[in-house]
Each structure stands twice: as structure tokens, then as C-alpha cells.
């Protein structure tokens, strides 16, 4: 879809990319900027998976522009600390956090996985919604996790998952690009990295459809694209003959379970 | 229906083996109300799932037991009780509460919901004699018109309830030939009321260019006179079967007039098992060609009035038309492209928009559902959502998604404008989207979904948020569905022609045994069925405790 942008392989570059949703980039474009598959009920499952109670202090991390833990706040009235790499989404959560009357319940703080900015053990819950896949160094973040989560704790985790050998190769090209799609594992390998994290998986399921509708939602902002602003798009590297073949190999991907996304719950033991 | 005798032995003497308890083959999900399809009384209803199918049952003390599918897909149905919005209180009620709903109307102060959509029949005459009329209108001697005084109350008791109303429809028997039609739209101008619909068959527009132009003189831009155009599909079997003669041509000239005129139409469709259910892809891809038209309604056939018998067990259903719109158009949409209406009781009521470039049948043709550019369910979901990413983009989706929603009106465009800040991505890349959709507003393109309720399907929990009212002569608001299936629209015949009018029964298979022709070519039942006037007290729910 994209030869102008050479793709970012060093780790940096990848965390920069998907904290820059308000970037230049013209991913955000496709996926529209909170937009994670799934949507909110998929959240709302995360949660339940939780067991979410009233004044539990919950994590968000990498939590955009604060749309899940405004929703951990408000439905399941959580304590939520949200963490996000961009300064320009840690605004947008804590004005989002204003609008909806949720500031007593939320913050939202600057920070990263790898070193994320709060206490050991002080959180009830820990969420990471589609993002985990881009962390680019999956142990140190796992660690983090865990270092965070009190005793007894759970872990909620959703994510790409794919077989990064057994991708087509329309879509191993833009591995680089997108990096949720570079970074992601086969389920089997997140559960073995919290594992080694010191944690215990407890429940994981499979909800591949949610890709499929993304994949949807990218189809069809790509035609509206074309439609509206043809020539900009191509300018940015948008190449709109390539796209059906590499959607349609995302599809055959999914329907192959080579590209999936899952939930994995994990307890930090007592 | 029923089991053993309270107090017989589980134990068989005879075999000495123990009996086995079975199963019911249905989930009981729903206790409601609903009427006899024959005599119209109250009686209790429940609503069961069986087969992934949502069938109502209902049982009259005189002509026994009666069910009807209401809803093809069950997982979709209770998947749409979550686009349930809270009502609006309407500014006046009309009547009083006494007996209860659908007895009282209307609107009783127990109604959920205002009128997004008001409904003023001119007149019970038509042009044609179609087989299938759920006003059960025809070239007739003893109808009604009414005149130009009835029309301008009939207006005020709409702008006393709503305000500032939405939507005023004008509808019949053919309003197109009421002499005094145009006066009644410009009644309608004269006051806060956003709209005006023409609902027609097209006969008029297509001969009668005059007639035309003088509706698009009125098609001003805060002002709209939108078409609601009688179109049922594109092949001559359906224009027979369903209209009794071959209207084609006469579409296509209407549609030009239209088009000529600057008129925006909305294509309707009553939609039969077997008829034409086939031709809903065909209907949407005529209308995205044409320049009039810039929405489709689909309407499965209401059981009301005239109609062709059928089977209330496999009649149509919203979702089935969803999935044959899928099914037909794969390549556009898919089921889940299309969400329920909250301000009605969603089950009732499932819309999509969309935007188009190119002509359909040509290389290039694009159709992109705006439910797949932005969550639709995340604003719309009134249950489990308390956080909404965007109110503002909540109350755009809620117009757009809602019974007084017309393409060609500028509430629709501006809130598709407004909607259109959820795309999300303002200046990302230097592309902005949500302006670039709002340049895009005369592609925008909706399809509709409703299904009527008969006096098959009637179930009051949805009855109580209709927000499509008939308004009559009399000055009350009847939900459209009240009106069609409990008896109103003989008793509001009756009072305005002074011709007694029984009671119309579905031409329903079960009941063939106990129909005959009414004289309108509706069905009645026979002499001797008959088991009083309508809405006589609901003798179930007799309002003491037990004895």
C-alpha cells in the first residue's frame, strides 16, 4: 500500500508511530483515532473478565485518548490511571475526563511501558487493549505489568495475534508500517511471555471477527478517501490499485488464522 | 398446550415405567399484550423463541389461539434492545388513560414517546385499486375527504403536542387527488413544522408536470417538500400482483418530473414473501441512479386493510429484509451494516446510510456504509453505554437513526455534517475527512426498514413508543399501528362517511374459514363472529387480586 514511507523497523520508530496517532501519519486516517477492533463491547468484555468492582484502581496502559478507562470510570465506576507515549493524547484523555465528570475517578499520565511511571503492586487491574503488540521489547513490558499489579491482581490483555512467518507477503510488507500488524505474536507466545513475567494465565479467547470488522472499517475510509481526496492520499503513499489485494490477503490471513485477535486474563499470584 | 392433570401419578401402572418430562421446543422470553385479530378484544400475548425465531402467541376467549413471527433473526432482536432511547414527553396528551394501551389513544399520558412523524390522511379515494392497501382505499363511493378546515386542526393538534414538529406526511387513499392538496401543504408551511412528505402512487406526477413544479415551488431549503413515492420493484409480475396494473412507466415519468422539479423522493416498497422480496438489491441500485431519489424504504407488507392472503407464521420481518438486502447486494453491504432506531421501539424500525460515487452498473462505482466509518453502536447503545465518546455526535446520530429522518430535509444534512465529526481524524495528514463527508452530503443515500405491526403482531410494549401517528379528523395522535390493526381507522371512516365499517380482518391463512369480502375488498368476518364493537374491556387482566 505504501513503498514512499520506507519501513521503520528500529523499535523507537515503532513505539513513535503508534503513540503519534495525531501524527502525520496517514494510518490514523484509516483506523480512525481511538478505534481499536472490537469497539467498546469488546472492552466492556475485557472488564467483566476483570470482575471490575466499584473503587478498584485499575491501569490503562497505553490508553489513548482515554476512551476504555473513561469507560472503566463511568460503567464500573473504577479508580483508572491511564499511561500514554503522546503528550497530545495524555490532553485529549484528561479533557475528555473534564467533559464527562469523571475527573475524580481518572489521571492520566505521560509515560511508557518500559518504564510506566507508577508504584509496585498498586494497581487491582491492569488493562492493555491493542497495544501490547507494538511494545518492542515484549519482556521488559510483561515485567512492568506484573512489577504493577498487587498480589492476586489480573492482568487484561487484548491483541493482535498473528504468525509473523506465515503472513502473505502483501501484508509482511507493511509489517513495518503498521505496527501492531510487525509486532504481533500467535497467542501461544503472549501467554508464555506473561508466564515468564511471573504471572498465571487464566482464561484466553479468540475474537477474530473483531479484525474482520476492522478490516471493514479501513475498506471502506479508504473508498471515502478516494472518493474525497484522491490525489492528497496518493501523495502520502496511499495506493489505492494495491489496497483490494492486500485486504483481500488480510482476509485469506484471518480466515487462515494467521492473523487473529484474542483476550488473554492473567492473575499475579498471591 | 397442556400436560397432565394436577395430581396424576408420575408413575404408569400399566408399563411401571416413570414418565419422562420433556422440553418446551421455545424460550419464553416477553408477557405483553396484544388483540384478537378477529374481534379485536385485548388479550394477553407472549412472546417465545423457537427455531432462532421471535413468534407472538396470543390466545382470544372466542376464536382461540393465533401466532405470528415478529422477528426472523432472534439473536438480532435481542441484540436490539439496547438501541432503546428514553422517550420524549409529547407538550399535550389527547386523551385520557381508562382502559389501557392500544384502547386509549391517543396519545394517553402512558405513551413513551412524542410524534417524530405525524400522519394527516386527506382522503379514503385512490386512482387505483391496488390488491394490497393497508388503508383498504379504491375508487369508492362512501368514503371521505377532508376539507380544508379539518386539515389546518389536524395541523394545530400536531404543533400543540410536538412544538416545533419534525414531519408532517400527507397520505390517503391518493392525496394527489384531493383538489385541495396544495392549500394542505401550505398549511403546513404556515407553521413550525420542519417538512412535509407526499405520500403517492406517482400517477399524478408523472401526467401532471404543473402539478409537479408547483411541489417543487414549495421545496424550499428550511421548508422541504420531499416525495414518498409508492415503488415496489421494477418488474411487471410485481406491478401487477401487488398494484393490479403495470405502473412502470409511469414510475420512471414521476421519478423525472421529480428530478426535473428538484423534488427529492424516498422509493417505497411494500415488500411480500414470494412477490417481490427478490427485488430489494434491484430497488436500491435504481435508486442510486436516479437524481430524485435519495432513499428507500422497505416496508414488509402490513396485514391491515387489503392484502393477499399469507401466512402470519412465515410472514416478513425486518431482519429478513436486512439479510436478503445482504444477501442481494454482498458485494455492498452486510447485515450489520444496519442498526435500530431508538426513538421507536427498536425492533420496529432499521436504517443505514450511506455514501455513492458513479453510477451503479458502471466500473468505478463505489458504495461506502456509513456505519462502517464510524461506531454507530458506541453513540446509539442506551443500556450498556454511559460514556459516550461525543454527545454531539450522539444527538446527530440519533436524527439520522430516528422516524422523522428524510433525506432532502436540512436537519438530516446538518446532522450528517455533525455525525461526520466522529470520522476523527480532522487534518491527519493533511486530508480532512469529516469536512470532505460533509462536502459529500448530496451522495448520502438512506435505507430504511420498518415493519408495521397488524392485528397479528400488534404487541403494546412497542405500541407504547410508536413515534408514527396518525393524526384524525377528531384531533388525536393514534400511533400508525393502533390505527391500522385495533379498530380506529373503521371507527374514524365510520364517524367521517356516516357508513357503518366493520371491522377489518387479516386475510391470514388460519382464518380463512370464518372471512369474507368486505366492500372494500378487504376481508370481515362472517356473520356471527362477530362478538361486539371494538376495544371492548380486556377481560384477562381484570385488575383484582386472587380469589
Known amino acids: 500500500m505504501n513503498e514512499a514511507i520506507p519501513p521503520k523497523s528500529a523499535a523507537a520508530e515503532t513505539k513513535a508511530c503508534c503513540a503519534a496517532v495525531y501524527g502525520s501519519d496517514v494510518m490514523p486516517l484509516l483506523l480512525g483515532g481511538s478505534y481499536h477492533p472490537g469497539g467498546l463491547a469488546l472492552t466492556r468484555r475485557l472488564a467483566e473478565q476483570l470482575r471490575l468492582c466499584r473503587g478498584d484502581r485499575v491501569l490503562d496502559v497505553a490508553t489513548g485518548r482515554g476512551t476504555s478507562a473513561l469507560l472503566l470510570a463511568g460503567e464500573y465506576h473504577a479508580d483508572v490511571t491511564g499511561v500514554d507515549l503522546s503528550p497530545a493524547n495524555i490532553a485529549l484523555a484528561s479533557d475528555a475526563a473534564r467533559t464527562t465528570g469523571l475527573v475524580d475517578q481518572t489521571r492520566f499520565l505521560l509515560g511508557d511501558a518500559d518504564r510506566l511511571p507508577v508504584e509496585n503492586a498498586g494497581f487491582d487491574a491492569v488493562m492493555c487493549e491493542c497495544a501490547f503488540c507494538t511494545f518492542p521489547s515484549k519482556p521488559t513490558a510483561a515485567a512492568e505489568l506484573a512489577r504493577v499489579l498487587r498480589p492476586g491482581g489480573l492482568l487484561g490483555i487484548a491483541d493482535v495475534t498473528a504468525e509473523p512467518t506465515a503472513l502473505p507477503p502483501e501484508l509482511s510488507g507493511l509489517s513495518g508500517w503498521i505496527a501492531c500488524l510487525g509486532g504481533a505474536r500467535p497467542l501461544p507466545e503472549y501467554t508464555d511471555l506473561l508466564t515468564a513475567a511471573g504471572l498465571t494465565v487464566t482464561h484466553t479467547e479468540r475474537h477474530d471477527a473483531s479484525i474482520t470488522a476492522m478490516l471493514d472499517q479501513v475498506e471502506a475510509r479508504l473508498a471515502l478517501v478516494r472518493m474525497t481526496a484522491r490525489d492528497q492520499a496518493e501523495a502520502l503513499g496511499v495506493d489505492f490499485d494495491r489496497a483490494p489485494a492486500v485486504l483481500a490477503a488480510a482476509r485469506t490471513a484471518i480466515g487462515d488464522g494467521v492473523l487473529g485477535y484474542a483476550l488473554l486474563t492473567a492473575r499475579k499470584p498471591e | 398446550m397442556t400436560g397432565a392433570e394436577p395430581g396424576s401419578s408420575l408413575w404408569s401402572a400399566s408399563t411401571g415405567a416413570a414418565q419422562r418430562k420433556q422440553d418446551r421446543d421455545e424460550v419464553f422470553v416477553e408477557y405483553t399484550k396484544s388483540i384478537c385479530p378477529v374481534c379485536k378484544v385485548v388479550v394477553d400475548g407472549q412472546v417465545n423463541i423457537r427455531d432462532g425465531k421471535v413468534f407472538l402467541r396470543k390466545r382470544c376467549r372466542e376464536h382461540g389461539l393465533f ?176 398494484r393490479g396494473r403495470d405502473l412502470r412507466a409511469i414510475k420512471r415519468r414521476a421519478l423525472d418530473n421529480c428530478a426535473e422539479a428538484g423534488l427529492t423522493v424516498t422509493l417505497v416498497a411494500a415488500v411480500e414473501r414470494g412477490l417481490n422480496d427478490h427485488e430489494l438489491g434491484a430497488i436500491i441500485e435504481y435508486g442510486l441512479a436516479h437524481p430524485a431519489v435519495r432513499s428507500v424504504s422497505f416496508q414488509p407488507v402490513t396485514h391491515s386493510g387489503r392484502h393477499v392472503e399469507f401466512d402470519p407464521l412465515t410472514r416478513l420481518t425486518n431482519s429478513d429484509i436486512i439479510h436478503a438486502v445482504a444477501a442481494q447486494l454482498p458485494q455492498w453491504f452486510q447485515a450489520r451494516d444496519f442498526f435500530p432506531v431508538p426513538c421507536c421501539f427498536p425492533s420496529c424500525r432499521s436504517i443505514t446510510y450511506l455514501l455513492s460515487e458513479g453510477t451503479p452498473g458502471t466500473p468505478g462505482f463505489t458504495v461506502v456504509p456509513i456505519p462502517r466509518l464510524l461506531d454507530v453502536e458506541d453513540y446509539l447503545d442506551y443500556l450498556s453505554n454511559r460514556v459516550v465518546p461525543d454527545f454531539a455526535v450522539r444527538e446527530a446520530l440519533e436524527k439520522l437513526w430516528s422516524a422523522s429522518a428524510f433525506m432532502g430535509t436540512d436537519t438530516t444534512r446538518d446532522r450528517l455534517t455533525q455525525a461526520a465529526a466522529a470520522l476523527d481524524c480532522a487534518d491527519a495528514c493533511g486530508i480532512n475527512l469529516p469536512e470532505a463527508v460533509a462536502n459529500l452530503e448530496d451522495r448520502a443515500f438512506m435505507i430504511v426498514i420498518q415493519d408495521f405491526q397488524d392485528p397479528y403482531t400488534l404487541n403494546v410494549k412497542q405500541l407504547m413508543k410508536c413515534c408514527v401517528e396518525e393524526i384524525t379528523p377528531d384531533g388525536r395522535l393514534i400511533p400508525f399501528c393502533a390505527y391500522n390493526s385495533a379498530g380506529y381507522r373503521e371507527q374514524v371512516r365510520e364517524h367521517m362517511s356516516g357508513v357503518p365499517v366493520a371491522d377489518v380482518v387479516p386475510n391470514a391463512l388460519p382464518l380463512r374459514p370464518i372471512l369474507t369480502d368486505s366492500p372494500y375488498g378487504s376481508k370481515v368476518a362472517q356473520e356471527g363472529d362477530r362478538v361486539g364493537p371494538s376495544n371492548p374491556r380486556d377481560a384477562t387482566n381484570v385488575g383484582r387480586r386472587i380469589r
Not at chain 2, 432472534?74 to 381508562?98: C, H
Not at chain 2, 402512487?201 to 417538500?225: C, T
Open chain 2, 67 to 242: 401466532e405470528a413471527l415478529v422477528y426472523g433473526d432472534a439473536q438480532m432482536y435481542l441484540d436490539s434492545a439496547r438501541f432503546n432511547k428514553p422517550g420524549t414527553i409529547p407538550l399535550t396528551f389527547q386523551t385520557e388513560v381508562v382502559d389501557g394501551c392500544p384502547s386509549d389513544c391517543g396519545l394517553c399520558p402512558e405513551h413513551k414517546q412524542h410524534a417524530c412523524l405525524g400522519i394527516i390522511e386527506v382522503n379514503t379515494g385512490c386512482n387505483l385499486d391496488c390488491p394490497i392497501c393497508f388503508a383498504d382505499s379504491g375508487h369508492q363511493p362512501d368514503g371521505y375527504s377532508i376539507t380544508l378546515e379539518q386539515c389546518e386542526r389536524m395541523l394545530d393538534v400536531f404543533v400543540e403536542s410536538e412544538g416545533e414538529a419534525e414531519v408532517v406526511m400527507f397520505s390517503g387513499g391518493e392525496p394527489t387527488i384531493h383538489p385541495r392538496i396544495l392549500e394542505f401543504i401550505d398549511a403546513a408551511q404556515a407553521r413550525p413544522i420542519r417538512s412535509v412528505n407526499l405520500n403517492t402512487n406517482g400517477i399524478r406526477l408523472a401526467s401532471d408536470k404543473a402539478f409537479v413544479a408547483a411541489l417543487g415551488r414549495r421545496n424550499q431549503p428550511a421548508w422541504a417538500v420531499n416525495i414518498y413515492l409508492q415503488f415496489d420493484g421494477l418488474e411487471e409480475r410485481t406491478h401487477r400482483e401487488i
